[in-house]
């Protein structure tokens, strides 16, 4: 399983992958490979709207999206920087998928800021993001964008509740 990392450089700085994160996949019950998808853009902020923050983001998720179209693999794993997961999540993410062929994608993460299944931490279909582009439609809530664009395909999107990450 490869867990696909959004991260953004910006001249001399750049974002990286925590230790805390790294030794917390490292322990997932299912093993997976870290993958990081390094895009120029402005360094993100969950607190930080500004057009550039958000192109950098949407830049470097996408990009992810494209490592794993290339990659064929089945199922597609998206973590945030900053998402300290259990080690049951992605087994428990991959439960959840397989157990209902109408869900599309699956998050692990309750969202603070909309309705919407937050994609901080999520597991999709194959089918789902070969299909999935994001634009940032409207203006920073790129979870609802997702989830809509999923519900477009057919699909549903879902999330497993619990305390299934922190945030760091």
């Not at 805390?20 to 709207?49: F, M, W």
């Not at 549903?156 to 299934?164: D, E, F, M, R, V």
Request: proline fraction near 4%; charge should be neutral; hydrophobic fraction near 35%.
């Amino acid at each position: 399983m490869r867990v696909y990392i959004p991260l953004a450089s910006s001249g001399k700085q750049r974002q990286y992958v925590s230790g805390e994160v790294r030794d917390a996949l490292k322990a997932q019950t299912v093993p997976c490979e870290i993958v990081e998808c390094v895009t120029e853009g402005e360094i993100h902020s969950q607190r930080n709207y500004s057009p550039a923050r958000i192109k950098g983001e949407v830049t470097s998720r996408n990009d992810c999206i494209q490592q794993a179209i290339t990659s064929g693999d089945e199922y597609f794993i998206m973590a945030d920087r900053d998402r300290v997961p259990i080690p049951s999540t992605i087994a428990d993410l991959q439960t959840a998928i397989i157990a209902n062929a109408a869900i599309g994608m699956v998050s692990a993460v309750e969202s603070r800021h909309c309705k919407w299944p937050d994609i901080g931490f999520i597991i999709c279909r194959s089918e789902v993001f070969k299909q999935l582009s994001i634009v940032n439609l409207y203006g920073g809530c790129l979870c609802r964008e997702v989830n809509e664009a999923i519900e477009k395909m057919g699909f549903k999107a879902t999330i497993i509740t619990g305390n299934y990450t922190k945030e760091v």
